[in-house]
């Protein structure tokens, strides 16, 4: 069965069809990843799975729930998490208290017994300290421990929202373009953050620009073009979908399959010259 | 229509058109630095007692009006450059506590240079009432109208037809991008606070042979301005003007037919219940931030 | 165990409670304790306040408002209905918090200026109406409160109220501390910062937002009503729009963000008029310039600017050792 099923799913703004009629499902324990040029609606599509934007149109099924129409934090309480393109980090906090943040619905107490602080909860308080922690070592962060999170460089960003989003323990988590703006050697350690991610059982939706990372990592492949479902399936398939490949380049290349690599840099390439 | 509606709606539209006034100064500095000037108000008082003075010191109103919006207009303008220039970067909130420490530093400047008394202003031109359709009005009040209306008209000119308007314009849509072609943004919000203080300070001097001036008439006026600026959405000249149109019609009518006391209280309420169904208010900028 | 001492919490908590003690050493009359007792009331108010506006980031320009009824409704139901004291200051504080809530749903949907200007409504409304409504209130004259008494006991006189006020700004101060490093606390914090980065971890930001505006109305009120026993008169001045604004001044002079900063921003605020009472014509001038100043200069406010400038100069002094071994 699949994880999350997503049916004739559309959002307009205003003229705008940022996503339109879009049908898949996301079987679980997968790497599942959605590409296509900038204005796609990738990031409308993460709104979209998040409760952040209501739908238009469709319906968001999390295995047997119907979580159409509800608010964001539903959303997080049946599972989902995500990081963001436009970072989402609370600035006014340390790193660690943001990773804390994360552990929110685990830790959730009554007004009373935060007010008083009630032994159970200064107990509480400090489990979660040290989950928080291992979870910042578990991304990498063990050099800002102790770190406000405004004074971090943006790669460590960036992981940051990956150990909160790790924290609410989710079963689906959604990255948006993690690898934007990271230096080669960073991007390097994101495939194996990623995988592993999935070892942990976490099912991944990756939206990424970067298609040495998405040819490495992903299982099946969503290709957006104007809000629309362009292709999907296996990455091996999508790859070599002359479809796409006739979209990102213009014209239509002879599919095979050596080539690839070639290709795979060329579609970056193309995406790039989208931006 | 009823006389006695007429005679509401008179009122109303006259005590509507300062707080247009008002509520333009408001737009015009928002729409410059999203900054509320909270001490807006102020520079409605600085005009009707500026006025005031210079009269008493046998200046002609030809002379001591224009003296009165100078010098109001160099307050803001000092305002800009001492107060709010310094902390440009700052929170709002912070920037909401300069502007009324500002406000609160300009009343006990007025109150010393001034006295605390109430002060009356002859009227422009006469105070014999003219009957319209069974109601009367009085010709300060067809100058208020008159005045607001052609300020309404040399703004619309201002911003639609001049390049400095324009570049206040384009400022207000997307302050890089202004920079960026090369507009002078501190100067635009430098000259905002002049052009918004010379505002205020009509309002003060057209209202002032109505209702007497005093050194703390810019509180509740300056609420007003505001209530009317947030009425017709923070940013929008058309939205500020209709703002203040209907929140000094409404308040009129409501004191005439429901309860006088209330009458200052009105305002907020309508403000509270529009901003319930309309949280960006009449004409104010909708839709949701991007994530 | 040191380590836990010099914690702000706990170190600043007994810092705080040594003031408290000491401070009767330099109280010299009793006008110095009245000045003292007013300090404690505006901190009760300012600490909470400081949770809406310095940690969850929504501004309220209205809450002289809930202070207003703390006070009136405490003064008519002992004086006028001669309710016990206790009981009216309970009851008008569940009535505040009823009220807060009701109102606070819809006003908190609002954002930034919109915020600012509804809850500046809601506070100007409450003054007309108790400014009005003169058969209940007195009017614009004011009306008078019996003393505070519980059973037999009766609170009377500035030096027996400086020590219960003092204990109450403890409980208050600590009260908030708890909450600000509990998960409401950091849910607070983090809406503050990004509301949606809040709510994909799960933070519903509309109940929170509504909570801290509840229990800010709350503190309000419980001091209104206190203040009101205390002075044995209440006039509509203490629920006036500029009392509102005088509120923020002090939490965002103390320093936003920081429960100990209210507690500074009260006591200078509180005092500096005092201080200025003998220039009576100057005051409002100085106290302007005072607020201008302070935000131009130090825009975090006083204790997180001094807090840091110490801890840049113990890191400095921690570097020199450093260097030297
Ligand atoms: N909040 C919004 N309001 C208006 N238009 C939006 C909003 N969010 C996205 N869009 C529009 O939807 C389209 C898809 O944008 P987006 O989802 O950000 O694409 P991507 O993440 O693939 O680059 C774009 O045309 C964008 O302008
Ligand atoms: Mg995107």
Redesign the interface.
């Given at each position: 069965m699949s994880l999350l099923r997503v049916e004739g799913l559309g959002k307009k703004f205003g003229g705008v069809n940022a996503v339109e009629d879009l049908s898949f499902e996301i079987p679980p324990g997968e790497v599942y990843s959605i590409i296509g040029p900038n204005g796609a609606g990738k990031?409308s599509l993460l709104?979209l799975l998040?409760?952040?934007y209501k739908p238009s149109s469709g319906r968001i099924m999390l295995q047997e729930h119907d979580l159409t129409g509800h608010?964001?934090?539903a959303?997080?309480?049946q599972g989902i998490?995500?990081t963001?393109?436009?970072l989402?980090?609370?600035?006014?906090?340390s790193a660690l208290?943001?990773v804390?943040?994360?552990?929110?619905?685990h830790?959730?107490?009554g007004?009373m017994?935060?007010?008083?602080?009630l032994p159970r909860?200064a107990r509480a308080?400090r489990a979660?300290r040290e989950e928080a922690a291992e979870l910042m070592r578990y991304v990498g962060l063990q050099a800002y421990l102790s770190s406000a999170a405004d004074a971090m460089p943006y790669g460590a960003l960036k992981r940051l929202e990956i150990a909160?989003?790790l924290?609410?323990r989710p079963k689906l988590m959604l990255l948006d373009e993690p690898a934007a703006g990271l230096n080669p050697t960073e991007a390097l350690e994101l495939d194996d953050l990623i995988g592993r991610l999935t070892e942990r059982g976490v099912t991944v939706v990756l939206v990424e620009h970067n298609m040495r990372l998405v040819m490495g990592v992903s299982d099946h492949i969503l290709v957006l073009d104007y809000g629309r479902k362009l292709a999907e399936g296996p990455a091996q398939e999508v790859r070599n979908n002359p479809k796409v490949i006739e979209a990102y380049l213009g014209s239509a290349v002879s599919s095979e399959t050596s080539y690839r690599e070639e290709i795979a840099q060329v579609v970056a390439v193309a995406v790039e010259m989208h931006r | 229509m009823s006389p006695q509606f007429v005679q509401y709606l008179l009122t109303g539209l006259t005590v509507g058109a300062i707080y247009a006034l008002v509520a333009l100064g408001f737009s015009i500095i928002f729409n410059a630095s999203h900054v509320i000037n909270f001490a807006q108000g102020e520079f409605v008082m600085i005009g009707g007692m500026a006025t005031v003075s210079l009269v008493a010191v046998g200046l002609p109103y030809l002379l001591a009006i224009p003296l009165a919006i100078a010098t109001a207009a160099l307050v803001g303008l000092a305002l800009e450059k001492f107060a709010v220039e310094p902390a440009r970067d700052a929170s709002v909130v912070t920037l909401i506590i300069i502007t009324i420490g500002a406000s609160m530093f300009l009343r006990g400047l007025a109150m010393l240079v001034w006295d605390k008394n109430l002060h009356a202003l002859k009227p422009i031109t006469g105070d014999k009432p003219i009957a319209i359709a069974g109601a009367t009005i009085l010709p300060q009040s067809v100058w208020v109208l008159g005045v607001t209306l052609a300020i309404v008209v040399a703004l619309s000119w201002f911003f639609g037809r001049t390049l400095l308007g324009k570049a206040m314009l384009a400022t207000s849509h997307n302050r890089l991008a202004a920079q960026l072609v090369g507009i002078n943004v501190r100067m635009v919000l430098f000259l905002s606070f002049g052009l918004s203080a010379a505002l205020g300070a009509i309002a003060g001097i057209l209202i002032a042979p109505i209702t007497t001036t005093s050194y703390d008439v810019g509180v509740m006026l300056g609420l007003k301005g505001f209530a009317a600026a947030i009425l017709g959405g923070l940013g929008s000249g058309i939205g500020a003007v209709i703002g203040g149109l209907v929140l000094g019609i409404v308040e009129t009518m409501s004191a005439g037919y429901l309860s006088s006391a209330y009458k200052d209280a009105i305002a907020f309420v309508i403000i509270l219940v529009v901003l319930f169904f309309l949280p960006s208010g009449l004409f104010g900028k909708r839709g949701g931030e991007?994530? | 165990m040191l380590a836990h001492l010099a914690s702000p919490r706990t170190g600043g908590l007994l810092a705080l409670a040594a003031v408290i003690a000491l401070l009767p050493l330099v109280l010299r009359n009793s006008y110095f304790y009245d000045v003292a007792v007013l300090v404690g009331l505006n901190a009760i108010v300012c600490i909470g306040l400081n949770l809406l506006i310095g940690y969850a980031g929504q501004i309220s320009l209205g809450h002289a408002g809930f202070f207003g009824l703390g006070a009136y409704g405490s003064a008519i139901l002992a004086s006028r209905y001669g309710w016990p004291p206790l009981a009216a200051l309970l009851a008008t504080t569940f009535a505040v918090a009823l009220l807060a809530f009701i109102v606070g749903r819809p006003i908190l949907r609002l954002r930034g200026h919109y915020l600012a200007m509804a809850t500046l409504g809601l506070g100007v409304i409450i003054f007309m109406v108790i400014s009005t409504e003169d058969k209940f209130t007195g009017g614009p004259d004011g009306i008078s409160v019996v003393p505070f008494r519980i059973g037999g006991f009766v609170l009377q006189g500035e030096r027996i109220w400086y020590w219960v006020v003092g204990a109450l700004l403890l409980v208050a101060v600590w009260?908030a501390l708890?909450?600000i490093?509990?998960?409401?606390?950091?849910?607070l914090?983090?809406l503050?910062?990004?509301e949606?980065?809040?709510?994909?971890?799960?933070?519903?930001?509309a109940e929170h937002k509504l909570?801290v505006f509840v229990i800010s109305a709350v503190f309000a009120s419980v001091a209104g009503s206190l203040g009101a026993h205390y002075s044995g008169f209440v006039t509509p001045a203490k629920v006036a729009f500029l009392h509102s604004i005088e509120l923020v001044t002090m939490v965002v002079f103390g320093g936003l963000?920081s429960t100990f900063g209210a507690v500074v921003g009260a006591a200078v605020l509180t005092t500096l008029p005092q201080l200025l009472a003998t220039f009576e014509d100057y005051e409002m001038m100085v106290f302007g310039a005072v607020m201008i100043g302070t935000m131009i200069f130090l825009p975090r406010g006083v204790v997180p600017s001094l807090a840091r400038l110490f801890r840049s100069h113990r890191s400095a002094d921690a570097d020199n050792k450093a260097n030297k071994a």
């Open positions: 990031t709104n998040t409760g952040v608010p964001p934090y959303y997080a309480r998490a995500r963001f393109q436009n989402q980090v609370f600035f006014n906090m208290e943001n804390m943040v994360g552990r929110y619905m830790e959730r107490c007004l017994s935060a007010l008083l602080r909860q308080d979660c909160r989003a924290a609410t | 991007r994530v | 009260l708890n909450l490093e509990s998960p409401t606390g950091r849910a914090r983090a503050h910062s990004s949606v980065g809040a709510e994909v971890v799960g933070i519903n930001a909570m963000a």
